[in-house]
């Protein structure tokens, strides 16, 4: 019996699905059988009618009966339920963004998160605890959006803030190092400016170069704020 739908009550699904009987044509060496079957019926003795199919399974498999018939009507019943009524909402709870990853969240199979800027999507009926590993495909996950490197800047200079030895500059970046503000002249990482470096040009001498992402109180006159957004 249905547990989503408790009216038919000859199918499982979509709770569990149905095992049916696969029928056969009724054969020479069960017509005997057969009519015994019928002559038991015709006499309104379904309980000796029943216990023959019992007894020869075989024939059971060549007899058509109401409770063959309801079991195929009940299946086809849920599964037009189940794709007009419920199929959207299913999906939708599948297939859900469930954000940032969570060690603490149960996820379930389709659930999709995102974890160190990338997307994942769950493969088994659930999991917990189980991180995504980047750029990787495991039991609990699937990855389906990687990651990609971080884009040239565009036209005109790009404010990058403080000079960091750690970061990559492409051309056109702009940097604050020791109060003079660079312009990138050729893609770098971990080079840093100076008058003799040829990735770099001085473009701007000032008293003093602030990065912050707030404005000073009573910035002094000669000073340039770099807002950190």
């Known amino acids: 019996m249905s547990i989503t739908y408790s009216q038919l009550t000859e199918s499982s699904y979509p709770d569990a699905i149905d095992t049916m009987v696969r029928m056969s044509d009724l054969s020479s060496a069960y017509k005997a059988l057969a009519d015994q079957y019928y002559a038991y019926k015709n006499a309104g003795n379904d ?12 024939l059971d498999t060549m007899i058509i009966n109401a409770a063959k018939i309801n079991k195929f009507i009940d299946a086809t019943l849920a599964l037009e339920n189940w794709y007009n009524d419920d199929i959207k909402p299913f999906f939708e709870n599948r297939f859900a963004n469930k954000g940032e990853y969570n060690a603490a969240t ?7 998160i995102s974890c160190n800027g990338e997307g994942f999507i769950c493969r088994v009926t659930s999991s917990i605890g189980v991180s995504p590993t980047a ?3 495991t039991t609990n996950w699937a990855i389906i959006a990687k990651q990609g490197i971080q884009g040239v800047s565009g036209t005109g ?4 803030g403080a000079w960091n030895s ?4 492409y051309v ?8 003079i503000l660079w312009q990138c002249l050729v893609a770098n990482s971990n080079s840093k400016p100076t008058s003799g470096n040829t ?3 001085a473009i701007l001498s000032l008293d003093s170069v602030i990065c912050a992402s707030s404005q000073p109180v009573n910035q002094s006159s000669g000073s340039l704020w770099l807002q950190i957004l």
């Open 157 to 160: 200079l790009a404010p990058r």
């Open 172 to 179: 056109d970046d702009c940097a604050a190092d020791n109060n």
């Open 166 to 169: 750690s970061a990559n500059y």
């Open 135 to 137: 750029h990787t495909t």
């Open 47 to 58: 309980t000796a009618a029943a216990q023959l199919l019992v007894d020869n399974p075989t």
């Open 106 to 112: 149960t996820y379930l199979q389709g659930n999709v």
């Open 199 to 201: 990735n770099w040009l």
